[in-house]
């Protein structure tokens, strides 16, 4: 099935740059069209209006739309994390050159759109049938700006 609701990015004048951006963090990342203004505008004439990509075979969207709507924190991207390689280096990626580290696995990138890092062990952990473990987990959880497997697993082991 084709993808039916696509993520639809808005920037005031940076979406090529952040497309280009976020297809070189992801490994199955790409920018698959780019669209221009045309004499109509209502942006300059052949700047970059639309920038269509895809990360992991998921498409999105990036407006220049100019300076009236930024990012905040109500919608976040969240990435699905196999181990804490992963959660490291996206961490490290997204945060670089102007992005800010934020809590319990949050992070803003450079072009301050939200993120979320989050490793699977975590999901198990704050799910753990036992709700000791689970509260423990997320105790720690609630404590971390990155995410840490290790320090995850340990608080929910009582350690």
């Avoid at 998921?58 to 300076?67: D, H, K, R, T, V």
């Avoid at 975590?122 to 404590?143: F, G």
């Amino acid at each position: 099935m084709a993808q039916k609701i696509t993520t639809f990015l808005w920037f005031d004048d940076q979406a090529e740059q952040a497309a280009e951006f976020y297809a070189s963090v992801f490994e199955y990342g790409r920018v698959t069209d780019v669209q221009r203004y045309s004499e109509a505008g209502p942006g300059v004439p052949g700047s970059v209006m639309l920038v269509s990509f895809e990360l992991f075979g998921q498409e999105f969207l990036a407006l220049n739309g100019g300076p009236e709507f930024t990012f905040n924190e109500a919608v976040s991207l969240q990435v699905d994390c196999a181990d804490q390689a992963e959660v490291d280096r996206y961490w490290e990626l997204l945060t670089a050159d102007g992005g800010a580290p934020g809590p319990c696995g949050w992070l803003k990138d450079r072009y301050g759109l939200s993120w979320q890092i989050v490793p699977r062990r975590m999901t198990e952990l704050l799910s753990d049938p036992d709700p000791d473990r689970a509260r423990r987990a997320t105790a720690a959880m609630l404590q971390m700006g990155k995410l840490d497997i290790a320090a995850l697993e340990a608080a929910a082991d009582g350690s």
